[in-house]
């Protein structure tokens, strides 16, 4: 019995779709990469943009097919995109191929859910509401090579206006701290995995339910001082909540992986109002003068919209010179994409889609240069790193502060491991480099 599991979006659903695997996995069926060979198939979705959306229900739509010859095929969906009562009853009516429907809250019931449906050969359409903790004995199967995601907190409060996050994922909720560092210590203990990464839509508001003192800078201090050779990562930081000691805290563990992911989202004030981001382009820009100050080796990514409703010319070149500003090491850019239900979709003043690719364009033309312009200075300076894959007779490694290094005539042992590069040369931005 063979199982296929396809994944949108972003690391919440990489980690969550390593969850289903172990399930399946328990009861007995083995991972298959061609579609046609599976029993079951699923499809972990996304609906952060329109087009993440418009991709899964394409590819589910294209099952159709398979299913009819294969009648006893087993087709599931679910994510975040399930989580929305429209999408949920569209899968139900119209994708009468799809078995069994379920949502980001009850995804630890699946083992169940697909027993049942196999069982009494009915669809299972069932989501639930708000966010549920998920317990930690779910199985897990991890697939991303020496790096362990971990989850931390799941759902998020925060509401910005654009985004659809808080209404499919639910309120905000922490796991406890020693079920995580149990977690992280045996996954260190394994030996198998080199990187843990902390996953949570805002780590910074980590422990604030817990109300008994527990914050996210106590959480990174408790998994940094644990014995052995490993980096730390955690993603998304929400600049609003990036507080003094969590920074203090990354500056003084050389385990804590030193690229900090800070969506900017807008350099524009009136823009980053209208979207509820709770911060000022001079807040944020003094939380990274903060972080440089502490860390002048520290790496900086970040996310950033174009043509959020309103956004005049003036608030684009807002944008523009805080990219310049700040230097990142990577970007990642959006088209505002308008989602059902949330403020921003029904604000005046939408962008027309031309502008809206116009800019982002603009956008990536700049980081471009800036990148291509870091990496040059890059050459002939030397970095700590870890191994992190072996591919087509090519080593990659990823410094410490977040740089992406290629280097040929390397082993393949080295996987997981951490050393010194040095840069010799850039082409494209894209770093090569030799062991020292
Ligand atoms: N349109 C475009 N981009 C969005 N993001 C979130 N919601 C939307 C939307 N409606 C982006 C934000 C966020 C990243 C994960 O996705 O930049 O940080
Ligand atoms: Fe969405 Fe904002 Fe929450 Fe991030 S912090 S998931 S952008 S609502």
Redesign the pocket.
Same mark, same amino acid.
Do not use: E, H, K
């Given at each position: 019995m063979f199982y296929h599991i396809i994944t949108y979006g972003?690391q919440m659903n990489v980690h969550e779709s390593e969850k289903l695997a172990g399930m399946l996995e328990n009861l007995g069926y083995v991972s298959t990469p061609k579609k046609e060979d599976a029993d079951v198939i699923l499809f972990n979705t996304c609906c @952060?943009?329109d087009t993440a959306e418009r991709r899964a229900y394409g590819n589910i739509a294209a099952l159709k097919k398979l299913k009819k010859n294969k009648p006893d095929l087993i087709i599931g969906v679910c994510g975040c995109m399930p989580q929305q009562d429209s999408s949920k009853t569209y899968l139900e009516t119209k994708m009468p191929h799809v078995d069994i429907v379920f949502g980001t809250h009850n995804l630890h019931k699946f083992s169940e859910m697909l027993q049942n449906c196999l069982k009494d050969k009915k669809r299972i359409i069932e989501t639930w509401g708000d966010s549920v903790l998920q317990p930690a004995n779910t199985p897990m199967t991890r697939t991303s090579g020496v790096n362990a995601w971990v989850n931390i907190t799941y759902g998020c409060n925060n509401y910005c206006t +654009?985004? @659809?996050v808080p209404y499919v994922r639910g309120r905000e909720i922490s796991r406890p701290m020693n079920e995580i560092i149990e977690e992280v210590k045996q996954l260190l203990k394994s030996e198998q995995y080199s990187e843990i990464t902390l996953l949570g839509q805002n780590v910074n508001s980590y422990g604030n339910d817990l109300k008994d003192g527990t914050t996210f800078a106590k959480l990174l201090e408790n998994i940094a001082i644990l014995d052995g050779e490993f980096r730390l990562k955690f993603m998304t930081s929400h600049p609003k909540d990036i507080k003094d000691e969590v920074i203090d805290t990354i500056a003084k563990y050389k385990k804590i992986s030193r690229l900090i992911h800070l $969506?900017v989202?807008s350099g524009s004030n009136a823009i980053l109002k209208a979207m509820n981001r709770r911060y000022t382009r001079e807040y944020y820009l003094e939380r990274v003068n903060y972080i440089r100050q502490q860390m002048p080796d520290a790496g900086l990514s970040s996310? @950033? @919209?174009v043509g959020f409703p309103g956004e005049t010319e003036q608030d684009f070149l807002d944008t523009l010179s805080l990219v310049k500003e700040v230097g990142y090491s990577n970007l +990642?850019m959006?088209? +505002?994409? $308008?989602?059902k239900n949330t403020p921003a979709a029904s604000m005046p003043n939408q962008i027309d889609e031309l502008v809206k690719k116009e800019r982002v364009k603009k956008l990536i033309e700049l980081q471009r240069g800036l990148m291509r312009e870091n990496a040059k200075q890059s050459i002939g300076k030397k970095y700590r790193a870890l191994f992190e894959e072996f591919k087509d007779g090519v080593l990659s490694a990823v410094t410490d502060c977040g740089k992406l290094v290629f280097i040929n005539n390397a082993s393949k042992e080295l996987v997981g491991k951490f050393g010194e590069v040095l840069i010799t040369s850039a082409k494209s931005g894209r770093l090569i480099g030799e062991l020292v």
């Open positions: 972003c @952060i943009r +654009y985004c @659809i $969506p989202q996310d @950033i @919209i +990642y959006f088209m +505002y994409s $308008p989602r």
